[in-house]
């Protein structure tokens, strides 16, 4: 008897076969062999997944849902959490997601009660659900068990499976010799780490895994600056981030080459000795010879041929042609040709420089910018837009530039040579709208310059630059090529006439750049930045009309003017004094919550569709004295969101004999009626109204 009870004791654990989950097979191992009466060992749970597939991390990132364990234990036992291993990074078209492929096993703490009874056997089971991916993502589960011995002291290790979850423990990011800050600056965060592992060749590889999948914007590079004593990370901030309450720290994994630590950085300064001594520095980036100068010598040629073929790339081809247009009226002038050919080369280099100087500047503060990085600028978007759409109405014939600008732009139909400055402006406005494009052998060219230092990365934006200024140079000191096109003649007018629409089309893919920024204040500024843009062109053109005919112009260059200074100031509305105040969406019972509560709140009923709410919040309700105020006095800020229909918002508004929106309620702190506030606001208005709510005079 005594020796039936010594063998169940060290009986090896007994597991179901693996279950078949589709395109992964899942088991429950143990680490141990059994388990001792208030004793604890390590289980895991094994998958073998089908080559080509995978499963995901705690944070599975852009997409995908993590694997889970819905545990049923006997009376008195418990489970720990997973202990996730760091995860692969997989990239998925715009998507990045984090998980795991073949084989990989998912330790859990499992600690037995003090009551277990040596020589009896638990039943563990467990719901495994996994989102198993590939090209397309299929859910699946598997109900798994493991029946584990229980002796007088723990068994001895497994030996088929005590290696690999010992591996997979000691791998696995733990707290580790490192300190971490988070620093917001502007739109984007720097996380700084200091400490030994820091400091190590795996540093290079540095990449930062957090746990809320809404803390960063995953798909984006995580730019790394070494430092003496540790590394700086910058990263793109996720919409955890844009809301009104940030995360006062990031949690997550930093994985440096080998080795990955748990890190949580709080945000503040950043930490002394985490950077300033530059990207490390990147052989790979350009396939080529060992030497700096073999690497040199191919990202010259790589940017060459890159800025050829930025020639065929949608965003430019509005420009050349236009420009190509206006070669023809020289083509039988060789010598006025070549001026406009090098005037062009020298305005497309030129412009490059002067982006690469600015790309590499704000990389060294820190900034995580990259080529095109001017079109994340909404300013930078509008003026290009409207720039764009002046240079469209001027082709279409509603205005000629005048007497002291037609050289300059050269798009009067009767002009007889273009200007030098012109020829350099539309190789910088090229080069402008060429900013997001990216063309087969510009990418690595790029990366590569990146990577070092001001002087030999300015020489491969040099190569880019004459890259794509070759065609059309090459073209104007070509006199056979240019003895082959037609003489001037009335079909260039009509010609000139079909290139509008292009730049039409280049005017509205800018518009729907910005779109996608989500700013729909923004989007409504610049439309009617657009329209009024084009009044101002058509009164410019009624005036130069007037002049030839010999009537008074004045009235025209008024209209125009005040129309171009609304234009300008609707696009480059300033955000300077603007205050982001935390708001939360309106719902009756949270606010009848907040007024039992005996706090002041306002609400304001909007929609992204009526223009006197969006004037409002904007003049009024942006500013730093209203922030300050309710900050003061305590007020809740609440929106009514009525862009969709709503039935809560309606019933609200019928309330107060209100038909739409606005309209802009303060509740007291002390109970009562709201105060229903006019339709037009002031900052003045709701700040008295913030302090009468909090019962102040």
Known sequence: ???????????????????????????????????????????ALRQTIEPGWHTYWRNPGDSGEATTLSWTLPPGWRAGDIVWPTPQRMRTGPLMDYGYTGQVLLPVTIAAPASARPGQAATLQALAEFLVCKDICVPAEARLSLVLPV????????????????????EAPRPGPLKASLTLMGQSLRLSIVGAPATGPGRDQAYFFPYDSAAIDHAQPQSIDRGRA?????????????????????????????????????????????????????????????????????????????????????????????????????????????????????????????????????????????????????????????????????????????????????????????????????????????????????????????????????????????????PFTVLAFAPGLLARLPKPGAWMDGLRKVLAFPMYATSAWLLWVLALRGDPTKLAELLAALVLTAFAAWAYGVAQRARIEGRPPWAGFGAAGLAAAFALAAAVWPEAGAAEIAA????????????????????????????????????????????????????????????????????ALGDHGRAGVPLYLMYGAGGGDAEVLPQILTEALVVKAADRAAGKS
């Open 1 to 43: 008897m005594l020796l039936a009870g010594l063998a169940l004791a060290w009986a090896a654990p007994t597991a179901a076969a693996p279950v078949n989950a589709g395109h992964l097979q899942a088991e429950l191992v143990a680490q141990q062999t059994a388990i001792a009466p208030g004793g604890v060992i390590h289980l």
């Open 584 to 651: 939360q969406p309106y719902a009756p019972a949270t606010l009848e919550a907040l007024r039992a509560e005996g706090k002041p709140v306002f609400v304001n009923f909007t929609a992204a569709w009526c223009v006197t709410c969006q004037v409002n919040e904007r003049v009024a309700l942006s500013g730093r004295a209203v922030a300050r105020a309710f900050q003061r006095d305590g007020v809740v800020y609440m929106v009514g969101d009525w862009t969709k229909r709503d039935a809560d918002i309606a019933q």
């Open 151 to 170: 002796a007088a002291r723990t068994g001895p290790p497994d030996p088929t499976w005590d290696p690999a979850i010992a591996r997979a423990l000691a």
């Open 230 to 470: 540790g590394l700086t990370l910058t990263l793109t901030p996720g919409s955890a981030f844009k809301s009104g309450r940030p995360p006062s720290s990031l949690t997550g994994v930093i994985s440096l080459g080998n080795r990955a630590y748990e890190i949580t950085a709080p945000v503040g300064p950043p930490l002394t000795g985490a950077g300033g001594l530059g990207p490390p520095a990147s052989a790979a980036s350009v396939a080529g010879g060992g030497g700096i100068a073999g690497r040199l010598g191919v990202a010259v040629a790589f940017a060459f041929l890159g800025g050829l073929i930025l020639n065929l790339m949608p965003c430019v081809f509005p420009i050349l042609s236009m420009k190509a247009a206006a070669l023809t009226r020289h083509a039988h002038h060789p010598g006025e040709a070549r001026i406009q050919g090098l005037a062009f080369a020298f305005g497309v280099v030129a412009t490059f420089l002067v982006l690469a100087g600015l790309l590499i500047a704000a990389r060294a503060a820190g900034q995580a910018v990259g080529w095109g990085f001017q079109l994340q600028s909404p300013i930078v978007l509008a003026l290009l837009s409207l720039l764009m759409l002046l240079v469209a109405l001027n082709l279409s014939g509603v205005f000629e530039v005048g007497a002291g600008l037609q050289a300059l732009a050269g798009q009067a139909p009767g002009a007889s040579h273009e200007s030098v400055l012109g020829g350099i402006l539309t190789g910088a406005l090229s080069v402008a709208v060429a900013a997001p494009c990216s063309a087969p052998f510009m990418a690595s060219a790029v990366g590569f310059a990146l990577t070092q230092g001001p002087i030999l990365a300015l020489v491969v934006f040099v190569a880019l630059g004459l890259g794509m200024a070759a």
